[in-house]
């Protein structure tokens, strides 16, 4: 998993929980790499899921909930970091048609080991969008996140369900409807 | 600051020094990498270059030695190389002198190299352009190009490079076969013949004559098979015949067909179907010639019928019909000439003629034989006998009959039976001889009367005279008196004597002909008759001079106007000759101012001895002659007269017997 993650999680982790709760769970989760993360790097995803377990434990918040709280964070730390990617789109249905063919081709291009979901469009109107979620890694929740948070960055709102597809989140189908 | 926030913080800052670290290593190695790459990237475009050159050197030379002329030119046309191919093709040479291709274009090709070139801009070649250009010596080439264009490094062209083709002769061949092939079509097109093209049964081609045979458009018979147009009666034939052509056992056939046109109607034709074969011997295709012979069977038939009608006619008609052959076999008879001849039509034919038919002058046959043998026709009587013995008259008409190529195969007769007419016309002879015999005795005795007894007259005449001489003075008044009746008697005697002889010659004496000059004649009859002095005789035009008998016409003339002048009773008396010329005849009339005929003898008064008037001198016979010298020169005489007013005689003379000949 690539580095930005862990660096922006503990970012969110050291803002919303302080600095403490930040070292508690890189202390107690025996990491490999001892914590010590850059965004350049590589690391397992398994230290990501002790990481948010610790957090879960420490904090007593569902893990869901921590990680689709953790996709809220993200999509604005991405936007800073890229702030072309999303300049490039005018509506978040756009943006989201265009995961696959274009941001996704762009992130391969800078981290060309980077293990990235898939995401399948069914189904495509003016104001709505179906699409599955695809991934070994089982972060939809994460994803539910980035979804809302991009609406929200074009002023818009969206009422975003979801069903998953595979019991262990591997393949979920989100079904996004934009407001108004 | 307590001791557990700054161990957190430490260790938070060490983390943060070995990320550092961390990414520093990984940026370094990136570095390391990317000076790998470049380096090999450099060499391995070193290694590009040098085979890009290598191959354009290599192409160069594929280019110069190509045997086919090789140009390449900028955008603007103007040549940048070419090889010597095409220098020794075009005559130029771009180093001697700057060329530009668009100069040599034929004023003809430069719209289509406009089209060609904007073609080539967009698609980047051109294949087949054609067009015909001038070389340096001014002579016309006709050349094929082949043509792509030359890039730079950034994809923008910049040249075009063409392969050229000298294809003048091709073209040069092309052309003879179109005109060649346009020739040919204009014989097919206007020939009178149908001519269809047929492969497998189905028409691939048709001239313009079969459409207008069939009423199909072109287009329409092309979608058709022989069958569709062949009428179904004659398919099984034509198709035997196509098989054993197929079998080769036929080169080619004829036969008489019909086809179905496109309104339904039928089309009759000859149909002539050769084989177009292959050099394997196998059948391509099969040419067609339909000839129209729908006028030709109509007039076929319409011989037949013809045939048949003059066949009825010649077995019906009440007319002997035979036929014989040079040596006067018989051929043919009708019924007719059975009938006449009592023999039958089995026991005439292929018998000799004149073995069978008694002709009782037998040389007559022989000679009308010969005649037909030179080809002459007449016609003749025969007197012949019939099968019962009984003799017949036969009116023949005898002609030569031919072959078609002309010549006399023998003769053709066609027989009427004259045995009735002939018997009357024999009957009418005998009669006419016997008529002729009296009328000669007739006239001869009147003549022998009118002279034997003018000769007592003439001595009663004398006798009388002679007794008036030696007695005048011993009769009394009366005696004398008497004498002088008797006198008179025997004088009107005498005058009507005369009158018969010349009546009798008027109708039968030959007549002579020579020139009558009327305007002499009426002279000398105003010289010889007496005319009473109160008359006067006026001729008011020129009268035609006829040829015709002097004394005839005279007689005419005279004894008309010796009436005329004779009976007036006006104190001045006018007889007028008038004269008029129709076509076919003169017209005279003789007009006086005298006494006048009553109506009732109009009519009676041209009949021998009828007179009216009282007078000594009329015999009554004169106007008798008259009537019949007009009658003799074919012409009518009648008479216009009211009585107290005048009398006008009108006669006609028929100018084909009294003119000259024109």
Known sequence: ?180 | MDSKEVLLLKRALQRQKMARQQAEKILEAKSKELYDVTHHLKHANAKLENLLNEKTSELDGVFINIIDPYVVMDLQFNVVNMNSSAKEFLGYDYMEESLNLSNLVHEDFVEYTTESIQSLLEVGVLKNYRAKIYVKDGSVKWVQINSSLIYNSSSQPVAAQGILRDITQEMEIKQLLLEQRSQLDIIVQNSPLGIVLIDDGKIIKANSTITQLLGYKEVELKCMTVKHISNPEDEAEGARLVKEMKQGKLDNFSIVNRYRKKDGSQLWAKTSVSAVKNRNGEIDYLVALIEDITKQRAAEDSIKAEREKYSSIIANMNLGLIEVDNEDIIQMTNQSFCNMSGFQQNELVGKKASDLLQVQNRNLIPSKSLKRKAGISDSYEVAVLDKEGAKKHWLISGAPRYDLDNNVIGSIGIHLDITNQKILELQKERLLKELENSNKGLQEYAHIVSHDLKSPLRSISALSTWLYEDYKDVLDETGQHNLHLMQDKVASMDRLIQGILEYSTANNSALGKTEVDLNIVITTIGDTIFIPEHVQLVVPMKLPTLLADATKIQQLFQNIIGNAVMHIEKEKGLVEVIFSDSDSHWSFTIKDNGVGIPKEYHEKIFQIFQSIGSKERSTGIGLSIVKKIVNRYGGDIWVESEVGKGTAFHFTLLKEICSFPL
């Open chain 1, 1 to 180: 998993m690539k580095g930005i993650i862990f660096t922006e999680f503990l970012e969110m982790v050291e803002s919303k929980f302080g600095l403490e709760t930040a070292d508690a769970i890189i202390e107690s989760a025996n990491l490999p790499s001892q914590g010590i993360y850059t965004s350049v790097g590589t690391y397992d995803f398994n230290e990501m899921v002790s990481l948010i377990t610790e957090l879960g434990t420490i904090t007593d918040i569902e893990l869901g909930e921590l990680i689709y709280t953790f996709g809220h964070y993200l999509f604005a730390s991405l936007g800073n970091a890229h702030p072309e990617v999303i300049q490039s789109y005018n509506s978040p249905l756009a943006l989201l048609y265009s995961i696959e063919d274009h941001i996704h081709v762009h992130v391969q291009k800078l981290y060309p080991d980077a293990e990235l979901p898939t995401f399948k469009i069914l189904e495509k109107t003016d104001t709505s969008l179906t699409m599955v979620y695809c991934s070994t890694r089982g972060l939809y929740r994460l994803a539910h996140g980035l979804i809302e948070k991009a609406f929200e960055h074009f002023n818009k709102t969206a009422t975003v369900s979801y069903e998953l597809l595979k019991e262990d989140g591997t393949e979920v189908q989100f079904h996004i409807v934009q407001n108004g």
